[in-house]
């Protein structure tokens, strides 16, 4: 054990699998679930079940660039950023309000 310390660069052969370790346990998934998350923005279309950051469930009424208009009960719309939509649940309900017909495809 001795004989693997001895050299200038000892330390750095214990540290080096913990770094490769903190990548694939920490960093990487985190990467992933982000990119998940910003497919699921990006997906985002009116008539979605979506699930806000702060628990609410609501229908998307609207999609803009950086915000959604989400009707969180009968006739109260709410403008969100998009980013905080956690979860889109269903994505076949036409909205409350609709008078548009969603085109099969």
Do not use: C, W
């Amino acid at each position: 054990m001795a004989e693997l310390m001895a050299g200038p660069f000892g330390p750095l052969i214990f540290f080096v699998p913990v770094i490769i370790l903190f990548y694939f346990m920490l960093i990487r998934p985190q990467q992933k679930a982000m990119k998940a998350h910003q497919a699921l923005v990006a997906g985002l279309k009116r008539g979605d079940t979506v699930v806000l950051s702060n628990g609410v469930i609501g229908k998307v009424t609207r999609v803009e660039a950086e915000q959604a208009m989400v009707e969180i009960a009968q006739g109260v719309n709410v403008a969100v950023v998009k980013q905080m939509i956690t979860q889109v649940r269903d994505r076949t309900a036409v909205a409350a309000n609709d008078t548009k017909t969603i085109a099969k495809s």
